[in-house]
């Protein structure tokens, strides 16, 4: 994090000293930072001029006293608050009393690291995205006796630097970490659980909420062992059985599969092929569709008597002469229609939903539900239909929420809470994960858009068959189910 805070601020024309214990760290960074900039010049970002002043204005040092006449000290050392402190400590000895200083902590406390510096009016948070040289988001934050001129002036620090700052309280993860970490745990869970396999998840939350990279891959890519740090940090503080490590993950991390680094994760399997052909199907309609609203494309492939049968709108009836028998689902699980025991003795009935964010048009991804012995040639009919069809399909057990609201609605429900606590504005919330996750828009305006009051009705009917609190609708949805009532 370091090496790619220090190309930030020497592209932006600082003086910029890169302090490090390790020579061959700063060894490291330096061929790592000809190489950006080399790569800057020849996609022409960046002249060959400046690019070699920015590298002259870099001056690598492994002698603390050389920042002494910094007016900005950037730390981005070990995650430990008694070494930050030290370090901190000494560096109030060092430099000048002007000099601000800043920590790029992901999980510790601003005010507690500032407690160790001798200058906690002039401590602030800088937490960066990784890599700091292409991410331009900083989520800044206060200690409780940060001056108001520090702040300031770190913020238009930022400002010249070319980097977009959120301002967001002084508590574990800040923004973006406080809505990942649970997040990513309850992705590790739903594994745990048999719910679906991790490549499932992936297509499931890319295809139906947008987002460029899947959970799985971005876990992958952080390292397995990173969000075992993460979890290990947050859990003492918040308390939030979400944001504890789940055993799987545990596992993983001891079976050395940490992700892209040791060559394998949680993503195993090769993207499957679609398929090209499928079985007729015939449309049984009991009542308005979510998942096909009337004029849906979709409907008009329907035919007279198909071998696979698709219930709309809440209808269903078994038939055991068909291929498949499809029955949509809103929040209810399959069971409610087919019953528990249909699934253990084999059953063509495969349940299924299309995603869809509330009052927001329906999305390409298709839910599939299975029972523990429903036919494989059931699930393959199903499948060849939707995919046919240009649906993304994935499939999943019959558990609360599926995939998506399974895993979504606990973090809609964390930025309504957040909201209320004070932690940041709706807006640079949504800023910090459009910008620092790549998701198409953030969680207050979404589950907004979507409805409150149907936020309300998927998190309520969660939580009654699961009893996890996480699902615990937030005030604003039960406000807004209130109002609708
Ligand atoms: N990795 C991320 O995705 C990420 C993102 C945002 C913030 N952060 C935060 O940035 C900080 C650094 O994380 P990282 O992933 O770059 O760690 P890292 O282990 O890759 O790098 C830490 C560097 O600090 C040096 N170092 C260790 N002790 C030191 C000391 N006492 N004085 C000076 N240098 C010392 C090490 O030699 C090493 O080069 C942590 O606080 C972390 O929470 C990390």
Redesign the pocket.
């Known amino acids: ?2 090496a790619g805070i220090a190309l930030v601020a020497a592209r932006a024309g600082y003086e910029t000293y890169c ?4 020579a061959d ?1 700063l060894a490291r960074q330096r061929k790592a930072a000809q190489k950006f900039f080399g790569r800057s010049v020849e996609k022409g970002r960046m002249s060959q001029e400046d690019c070699d002043a920015a590298l002259g204005r870099m001056i690598d040092t492994t002698a603390l006293t050389d920042l002494a006449d910094c007016d900005l000290v950037i730390e ?4 430990n608050l008694k ?1 930050k402190k030290e ?1 901190f400590g000494e560096l109030n000895g060092i430099c000048k009393d002007s000099t601000i200083f800043a920590s ?4 510790l406390s601003i005010t507690e690291i500032a407690a160790g510096t001798g200058r906690d009016d002039r401590m602030v948070g800088m ?4 890599p700091a040289q292409v991410m331009k988001l900083i989520e800044m934050s206060r200690g409780i006796n940060t001056s108001d001129e520090t702040f300031a002036t770190a913020w238009a620090w930022t400002e010249a630097a070319g980097q977009i700052s959120v301002e967001t309280q002084d508590k574990p993860g800040f923004i973006l970490n406080a809505l990942l970490v649970p997040f990513n745990n309850d992705v590790i869970r739903a594994i745990e659980a048999g719910l679906c396999t991790p490549e499932d998840i992936d297509t499931a939350i890319c295809s139906g909420l947008g987002y460029k990279m899947g959970p799985c891959t971005l876990l992958d890519l ?1 390292g397995l062992d990173t969000q075992v740090l993460l979890g290990e940090a947050f859990y003492p503080i918040t308390l939030d059985t979400r944001a504890s490590v789940p055993p799987l993950l545990r596992r993983m991390v001891a079976a050395g599969r940490l992700g892209n680094k040791s060559g394998g994760g949680l993503l195993t399997a090769e993207k499957a092929a679609k398929a090209t052909e499928a079985p007729a199907f015939t449309i049984a309609s009991a009542g308005d569709s979510r998942s096909f609203p009337t004029g849906d494309d979709f409907l008009s492939a329907a035919q007279g008597d198909g071998p696979v049968t698709i219930h709309l709108g809440g209808g269903f009836a078994a038939d055991a002469g068909k291929t498949a028998v499809l029955v949509e689902l809103d929040t209810e699980c399959l069971g409610v229609h087919t019953g528990e025991d249909m699934g253990r003795e084999g059953s063509n009935v495969v349940g299924f939903a299309r995603y869809r964010n509330g009052s927001d048009a329906p999305s390409n991804l298709i839910e599939l539900v299975r029972q523990p012995a429903t036919d494989d040639a059931a699930l393959a009919a199903a499948r060849a239909v939707f995919e046919v069809a240009g649906f993304d399909v994935v499939v999943c057990a019959d558990r609360p929420g599926r995939i998506v609201d399974r895993l979504v609605r606990p973090k809609y429900n964390d930025a309504l809470r957040f909201l209320d606590e004070g932690l940041a504005s709706a807006e640079d919330m949504d800023r910090t994960c459009c910008m620092g996750l790549g998701y198409p828009d953030g969680p207050v305006e979404r589950v907004t858009r979507g409805g409150l009051a149907r936020h309300c009705d998927v998190t309520t009917a969660i939580q009654s068959m699961t009893g996890l609190p996480g699902y615990a609708p937030a005030r604003a949805a039960v406000v807004a189910k209130a109002r609708e009532a």
């Open positions: 994090m370091g302090f490090d214990l390790s760290a981005a050392i070990f995650e070494v370090l790029n902590t992901s999980t937490h960066f995205c990784l952080i």
